[in-house]
């Protein structure tokens, strides 16, 4: 079921971030209905996500979904300036890992100075491990039933973890 509701995610983060496959595709709707959209001239396809205010102190059921939340905040494809502000509104830190690709940039091939696909890095010597640590943190996450939040590896911080 998580497997699942991953690729989803995937899938459709893809599909609201890139203009060029909305264009390819010639999608005008990317939902049946417009239920869990709302307008958002911004975006490539014109609509976007609405997302419902949660206040998980208040109503902690409602956040049985939020499990492990890994973010770059160098992010370049989908950079979210108010990632700061989303995760403390959100009361959002106990479930936060930061890849902090700011801190190995410099040292790292050009073609890697985005971090957005770092989970994925994998095939790549110079950046597997990263992807690996990011990968094995989300094994270790699943493996304590969602307990826990390792520090797998120095590049990366865990705020609740202090």
Sequence with gaps: MIARRARLAAALGFLLTSAAGVEAAGVRMLFPTDQLTEADPRQPTGRRIRLLLVNCLEA???CDEISLLQTAPDDRTVPIPTREQIIHAGDLQVFLSIYRHDTVAGALPPR?????????????????????AAQEQIARFFLSDGRTIERTDPRFDVPAAG
């Design 112 to 132: 890697f100075a985005n971090p957005h696909g770092f989970i994925t890095w994998t095939r790549f010597p110079d950046v597997a491990a990263i992807a690996r």
């Design 60 to 62: 902690p059921s409602t």
